[in-house]
């Protein structure tokens, strides 16, 4: 039996300063129509949802931080090492183990694409297009 393989596409919501992507998702500046406007909100708390999920495991885990290290390794490694520490938090909250340290980093994001000013630099039409085909299909 043959194994078939299904992909997943996925996406990410990311910020104003950021370019929209075909997987990551920026607010729509100065939306015109309700739609866009509860994309914008569903947006924002997804992306607060993120933040905290972050700052507590970089809380929990330095090496995730800048300030605690940083991951030279290659991204196929650090992604797995990245999901074994999700793994090792959630095993962690399930017997209660406490944070050692409860004033950890901040929490903010590690940006991933360097930030560009929107105003000058226009996202790709078909990435524009992506996101608005999930306003049109999730929340007219």
Request: glycine share 6%; charged share 25%.
């Amino acid at each position: 039996m043959a194994a078939t393989s299904t992909a997943v596409r996925t996406v990410t919501p990311g910020v104003h300063r950021y370019p929209n992507l075909s997987w990551l998702l920026t607010p729509v500046r100065n939306p015109r129509t309700r739609a866009k406007e509860h994309y914008n909100e569903a947006h924002g708390r997804t992306r607060r949802i993120i933040e905290r999920t972050f700052g507590l495991l970089k809380a929990r885990f330095w090496c995730l931080h800048l300030t605690g290290g940083s991951l030279y390794y290659s991204p196929k490694k650090v992604c797995q090492m990245i999901v074994a520490c999700y793994m090792l938090h959630n095993l962690a909250l399930r017997r209660q183990v406490p944070f050692l340290q409860e004033d950890g980093p901040d929490g903010g994001l590690v940006a991933a694409v360097e930030p560009v000013d929107s105003e000058e630099e226009e996202a790709e039409e078909e990435d524009v297009d992506n996101r608005n085909n999930i306003i049109m299909k999730y929340f007219q």
